[in-house]
């Protein structure tokens, strides 16, 4: 685990900047509500809500992560207006908050931008009761958010807005269906079902921490779209919150609220949320823990019960979410498994198609776009495989094929790429055969992907040609797909 967070390749020190820019931003928009006066819980607002700005906004363009910042606002103002209106009204401030969390993870259908809004409207709520805001205290709370928000985009888009020198991010759609055959919806029901359960039983251990179960419930199902993604994700928040408490005594208890090491460690914290997120769920949540250790800490109610409460309300929202998507509208591993292993492979198609018209001296074919879309298609498809994959997987013959499946998917992109990286030499020149080798690799994609298609053996030469060689590797990869996706005489890896 240890490895996989900081040895992880970084390509670019995208994840490095990514991190050291939030800190920056975080620390500008903590910074400005200072000197606008506000108080302690005011500037502990703003710096969240910084961090959602600056964490949850992932449009493809630079324009669209522009649109989407100055939306959340709009999306979190009004959510903190009735959450601290409604501080008084247990019931109602209940029944308002299982709305908000509906209604955000509905919102993902929508896309990238959905889901940013649908994250900072439920965190505006949860740190609505995080604060203990009430309708006095709103005026200050809002500016806050104004403030810290716009701190953010400056620094993200004005001081230090690297992904301007970057292609565009290819963003996969999210699957497609309408009403309960579409995911979003299934899942926006299992969100409220599960945050229903949390929310009682939260209040149950607690009267005043209850949200953190709902705030668990809640980040399980954030990018998972199957039940075994989620228990998967509940494993590791659970894991995670126990290294972070284990963490906090160490660390947050001893400092106990003393403004320059907490700050200090804060800022220590936050780079770590984003440098870990996109390599380990589990090593993100040990800093998120220790970050709201420290919070307590500044507010000076840190202690070991505290902690305590925290470990035991995280395991109780974790539960809600693996009822919810046990019981409640389940959608299986397998099929989302296999939606997202036919996209990739319809990808791997058009990047070949692509980059054979482009050897073919075709001005307009460019297969970069399609390299981008694939790789994040294969990340969705190690994120769908992973509860196969998993140390406590008990089937050993499934998770076996599961990581031949993914070394092969792998193969494929290795292979895919060459291809596109010999075709992007303005010297390549085309080759007759090429046509006939993209004719195959189509085939070998129909054979995988429409059910009863005839499995496509690859040529037994070696060529030398070096998009020719790379094709031949392909083909020979998606041939060997074969065997572990469609075994007929064990149970299928996906639902094919």
Not at 231 to 255: C, H, K, N, Q
Not at 355 to 362: F, K
Request: charge should be positive; aromatic fraction near 6%; proline fraction near 6%.
């Amino acid at each position: 685990m240890l490895k996989r967070a900081f040895v992880a390749p970084d390509p670019g020190r995208r994840r490095l900047r990514f991190a050291a820019r939030a800190v920056l931003g975080i620390g500008l928009a903590v910074v400005v509500c200072g000197l606008a006066g506000h108080s302690l819980v005011g500037a502990v607002t703003g710096g969240l809500a910084a961090l959602l700005a600056l964490f949850t906004v992932a449009d493809a363009t630079v324009r669209g992560q522009a649109l989407t910042t100055a939306l959340l606002p709009v999306a979190g103002v009004p959510v903190l207006a009735v959450a601290a209106g409604l501080h008084a009204h247990p019931v109602a401030r209940d029944l308002a908050f299982l709305a908000v969390v509906g209604a955000g993870v509905y919102a993902r259908r929508w896309g990238p931008r959905g889901h940013s809004l649908g994250v900072f409207a439920f965190m505006t709520f949860f740190v609505a009761q995080f604060l203990h805001a009430t309708p006095g205290r709103l005026p200050e709370l809002s500016a806050a958010v104004l403030l810290s928000v716009l701190s953010a985009a400056v620094v993200r888009f004005g001081l230090w807005c690297y992904e301007r020198r970057l292609p565009p991010a290819a963003v996969p759609a999210p699957p497609a269906g309408t009403g309960l055959a579409r995911v979003t919806t299934r899942q926006a029901v299992q969100a409220v079902t599960g945050a229903g359960f949390a929310l009682a039983a939260g209040q149950l251990l607690s009267g005043q921490r209850w949200y953190w179960a709902v705030g668990a419930t809640w980040w399980v199902f954030v990018n998972t779209a199957s039940r075994g993604e989620t228990l998967v994700r509940g494993f590791r928040r659970v894991l995670g919150t126990v290294l972070g408490i284990g963490l906090g005594f160490l660390v947050a208890v001893p400092v106990h609220g003393a403004p320059v090491p907490t700050a200090v460690l804060v800022a220590v914290a936050v780079f770590g949320i984003f440098y870990t997120a996109a390599v380990s769920y589990t090593w993100m949540m040990l800093w998120v823990t220790l970050l709201a250790e420290l919070l307590y800490g500044l507010l000076g109610v840190l202690g070991p019960g505290l902690l305590a409460l925290r470990l035991a309300e995280t395991a109780v929202g974790v539960l809600g979410a693996v009822l919810a998507v046990l019981c409640v509208l389940p959608v299986t591993t397998h099929a989302t498994t296999d939606a997202w292993i036919q996209r990739a492979l319809r990808c791997v198609h058009a990047c070949t198609e692509q980059a054979a018209a482009r050897l073919a001296g075709s001005a307009t074919a460019d297969p970069a776009p399609r390299v981008a879309e694939l790789e994040q298609l294969l990340g969705r498809v190690r994120l769908s495989v992973a509860p196969l994959v998993h140390p406590l997987n008990p089937v050993l013959g499934r998770k076996r094929r599961a990581r031949r499946v993914l070394a092969l998917l792998d193969d494929c992109a290795r292979e895919v790429r060459g291809l596109v990286a010999v075709a992007a030499d303005p010297e390549a020149s085309h080759d007759a055969r090429l046509a006939a080798a993209c004719w195959r690799v189509e085939a070998a994609v129909e054979a995988l992907t429409e059910s009863g298609g005839e499995r496509v053996t690859p040529p037994a030469d070696a060529p030398a040609e070096p998009a020719l060689a790379h094709l031949h590797g392909l083909e020979r990869a998606l041939a060997d797909l074969a065997e572990p996706l469609r075994a007929p005489s064990r149970s299928p890896l996906v639902g094919a």
